[in-house]
């Protein structure tokens, strides 16, 4: 599908496509491959039409003022999908152990921005999670509240950055990191320091 994704920008014999491809984007999350899912999430938010209605036609044109049939104007489906994948970019359940993991589709240049990112009062089966992710150079800071219940459920912080983890610190105290790079969250609140090699 990406080689298609990618080809198909510079292809102009594709004139048109439908963005149920918003789904695509919490699979690639769910891969461990995030940069592919933020080119297709800025792709997909340039082909808003109009750009100022904030969603998505369900066949969107190359050409925005070709007069073709375009299906339905706002097109929930494709709506659903969007909200659906930009949540698993914040938090998803993981299909093998049922863990909980956060922030492992969030790009590096939301982190790194002046103010960072962050989410508040997300509902999970186990609970609310809110949590603010701020890089400075090498080092990133996440604080985590709310009421999930991480001491019997798995709660991970995905490693937000690309890159090897040097050192992750959880309220204070030196923690190990998972065989994948990830920290468990043993209970909230918690604040993780992770410094980058």
Not at 19 to 27: L, N
Request: hydrophobic content about 40%; aromatic content about 10%.
């Amino acid at each position: 599908y990406f080689t298609y994704f990618r080809d198909r920008l510079t292809d102009t014999t594709v004139i048109n496509y439908t963005p149920y491809e918003a789904r695509i984007i919490g699979s690639f999350v769910q891969l461990g491959q995030k940069e592919r899912a933020r080119e297709l999430l800025e792709f997909l938010m340039r082909d808003r039409r109009p750009a100022a209605w904030n969603h998505w036609a369900e066949v969107v044109w190359r050409n925005p003022r070709m007069a073709r049939f375009i299906g339905d104007m706002p097109h929930t489906w494709v709506g659903s999908d969007f909200l659906r994948s930009v949540l698993a970019m914040f938090c998803y359940e993981r299909d093998s152990d049922g863990a909980h993991l956060l922030a492992s589709g969030i790009p590096d240049q939301w982190i790194q921005g002046p103010r960072g990112v962050g989410v508040e009062n997300l509902p999970t089966i186990h609970g609310l999670i809110s949590y603010t992710l701020k890089g400075r150079g090498r080092q990133v800071v996440a604080e985590i509240t709310g009421s999930f219940d991480a001491r019997n459920h798995p709660l991970i912080l995905a490693s937000p950055l690309r890159g090897t983890v040097r050192s992750a610190k959880v309220n204070g105290r030196g923690t190990p990191l998972t065989e994948k790079g990830e920290i468990v969250i043993a209970s909230l609140p918690a604040m993780v320091t992770l410094v980058y090699r």
